[in-house]
C-alpha cells in the first residue's frame, strides 16, 4: 500500500509503498477514510535529529477515521465494519490517567517508545493503519468520517483547552483566540456551542479572521502592535476570562499575558516554541498559564455527541492520498483555509 513516511529528521515526508500490516492479538487493522493534515506535521518534519526519541521511518497521520477491516485475536468490542474515530495519544493504557481514559498525560510516556500513530509509529497517511488496541477506538456512527477526522486532534485539543474555563466563560465574559486556523477555527465554535461568551479571533491572515468571523467570533483583529489595546478596549479594560494561545510563539505569548483578565487562564496549544518569562507581575493576579496537550478519550465521546447534534463542523479541503505532501506544502504556505483532509479511497 501506499504511505507517506518520515523517512528523515528535517526532511519533508514522502509517498512510499510498504506492506499492509496485519493485526496481531488485541490489535484492529483500520482501512482509513479520512486522516487530517495537522501543523504539528510540519513542526515533526522541521525536527532536528536526535531531540525525540522516536526511530524513522514512520508513517505520519495522528487525526484519523477508518473502518474495522480485520481484528487479531481476542477483539470482541470492535468488528469488521465499524466506522470509528482513532484517540492519538497513546499511552501505556494501565496507569491511573490511562486508565481515566487522559492517555495525553500517561504516567509512562517517557518510557514509551512513540506517542501515538503518526507520532513514532505508523498512522494514518495509508490506506490501512494498525492500532494497538480497541480501547482506541470510538464509534463515529453516522458521521462522515471526512469533516469528523478532525474531531480527533483540531476539535479534541481545543475542548481540552476550554473544558476548566467553562465556569468562568459566563455571560459578559470573553475569549481570545489567537491563530484561527485548523484548531483555532474549532475553538471558535466550541466556545460558541459551550459558552456565552464573546469570542475575539486574532490571525495574520485575513482570509481566516473571515473565516473565524463566520464561525461566530464577534470580532477578528489582525496580530500586530495595535493588538492588546484593541482587546483590552472591547473588554472595558479588564481583559479576557480565558486565551488560547495557537501559535505559541514569543510574540503571541506575550501578547495572551498582557491582555489576561485577573484569575484568567492562558492555555498554551501551539508549538512554535516560544516562552513566556514567569514572575510574580508578569501575569495578573490569580491568572495562571498552562500548557494544553491534546485530550481524553471522554472528551472524544463527547465532541462526537456535539457533531451529531450539529453543533460544529470544520471546513475541510479534501486531497487524494497521492497529494498528501501537496496538503502539507499548502498548510506551510497557509493557504488550508480550515483543514486539510487526505482520503485515501
Ligand atoms: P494551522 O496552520 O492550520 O493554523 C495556524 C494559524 O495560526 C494560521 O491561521 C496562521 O495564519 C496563524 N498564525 C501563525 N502565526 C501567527 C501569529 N504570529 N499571529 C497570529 N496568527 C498566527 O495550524 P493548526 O493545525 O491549527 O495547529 C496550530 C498549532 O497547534 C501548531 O503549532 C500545532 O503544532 C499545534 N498543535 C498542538 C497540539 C497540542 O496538543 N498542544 C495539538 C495539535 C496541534
Ligand atoms: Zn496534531
Ligand atoms: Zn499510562
Not at 468490542?77 to 482513532?86: C, H, N, P, Q, Y
Amino acid at each position: 500500500m501506499k504511505a507517506l513516511r518520515l523517512s528523515r529528521w528535517a526532511q519533508p515526508a514522502r509517498l512510499e509503498q510498504v506492506p499492509v500490516p496485519r493485526p496481531g492479538p488485541g490489535q484492529v487493522l483500520l482501512r482509513i477514510l479520512a486522516a487530517g493534515a495537522c501543523h504539528s506535521d510540519l513542526h515533526l518534519m522541521e525536527w532536528p535529529e536526535g531531540q525525540l526519541p522516536w526511530t524513522l521511518p514512520f508513517t505520519l497521520g495522528h487525526e484519523n477515521a477508518g473502518r474495522v477491516e480485520e481484528v487479531g485475536p481476542g477483539v470482541e468490542d470492535v468488528r469488521a465494519g465499524d466506522a470509528v474515530l482513532v484517540y492519538g495519544p497513546w499511552g501505556c493504557g494501565r496507569c491511573r490517567p490511562c486508565r481515566l481514559g487522559r492517555e495525553n498525560y500517561c504516567e509512562r510516556a517517557g518510557e514509551l517508545v512513540a506517542a501515538g500513530g503518526g507520532l513514532g509509529r505508523d498512522g494514518g497517511l495509508a490506506e490501512f493503519m494498525l492500532v494497538p488496541s480497541s480501547r482506541l477506538l470510538v464509534p463515529l456512527g453516522s458521521l462522515d468520517p471526512v469533516p469528523a477526522a478532525p474531531l480527533s486532534d483540531a476539535a479534541l485539543t481545543p475542548y481540552h483547552a476550554i473544558k476548566p474555563s467553562l465556569p468562568a466563560l459566563a455571560p459578559g465574559s470573553t475569549a481570545v483566540v489567537i491563530g484561527v486556523g485548523g484548531l483555532g477555527q474549532m475553538a471558535v465554535q466550541l466556545l460558541r456551542a459551550l459558552s456565552p461568551a464573546r469570542v475575539i479571533a486574532v490571525d495574520k491572515d485575513r482570509g481566516r479572521l473571515e473565516a473565524a468571523l463566520g464561525l461566530g467570533a464577534s470580532a477578528a483583529l489582525a496580530s500586530g502592535s495595535a493588538t492588546a489595546d484593541e482587546i483590552r478596549a472591547a473588554t472595558s479594560r479588564l481583559g479576557a476570562e480565558l486565551v488560547l494561545d495557537v501559535v505559541g510563539s514569543d510574540d503571541t505569548l506575550a501578547l495572551g499575558a498582557s491582555v489576561l483578565r485577573a484569575e484568567g487562564r492562558l492555555a498554551l496549544i501551539g508549538l512554535a516554541g516560544g516562552r513566556l518569562p514567569f514572575g510574580f507581575f508578569g501575569l495578573p493576579y490569580g491568572a495562571q498559564a498552562a500548557t494544553s496537550y491534546w485530550g481524553t478519550i471522554p472528551e472524544l465521546i463527547e465532541l462526537v455527541a456535539l457533531a451529531h447534534a450539529g453543533r460544529i463542523r470544520l471546513e475541510v479541503e479534501t486531497f487524494p492520498l497521492d497529494r498528501a505532501a501537496e496538503a502539507y506544502e499548502r498548510l506551510r504556505r497557509g493557504e488550508i483555509r480550515g483543514r486539510a483532509v487526505v482520503v485515501p479511497g
